[in-house]
């Protein structure tokens, strides 16, 4: 997924240095994906060496040396080619506190009950920040792609909500 993103915010937004990319991800796909630095730089290296990516120097005045980042024609073709393989839709949960559930006997309760609490509020808190930065980006949004933020928004707050609404009835049913 990472390469995507970095193709894709390339395309979207011209050629970038790493921090400005990762400057980008924090602030338009936090919701939805946690990327780091290192991390970032990795796939630049890598997508570059692939040949999806040019790079080249730059120096700003007398601010260091940048190596800026361009999408090649062959990165093109491979951000087609992924974003369509991903048109199979698919949701495939992973929900490693069944666990907790399952084996819950060689737990306390009371400690099952506390967890859920905090739980609920970690997830209210991310459920409100979400429409916070909903709010934010909407305005800065181009029209021809309001839809379509709109449309991720949803699903993230969907489920996040499902989420919430999960946890509060089993902490009812633990009462």
Known sequence: MIPLYILGLLQRFGPQH?????KTIAEQLSDFTQIKLPTIYYHLEKMENDGLLSASSEKPGSRPEKTVYAVTDKGVEAFRSKLTGM????????F?????????EYLQTKDIFEHLRSYIV?????IDSIEKHK????QYVPDDVKT?????????????QAELDWAVESLNRLN
Not at 122 to 126: E, G, N, P, V
């Open 18 to 22: 790493g921090y400005q990319i990762k």
């Open 87 to 94: 048109l199979d839709f698919e949701f495939r949960p992973d």
């Open 148 to 160: 379509m933020v709109n449309i991720i928004f949803s699903h993230h707050q969907r489920h996040y």
């Open 122 to 126: 970690k997830l209210q808190k991310i």
């Open 135 to 138: 709010s934010v980006t909407m």
């Open 96 to 104: 490693p506190s069944d666990g907790v559930f399952y084996f819950s």
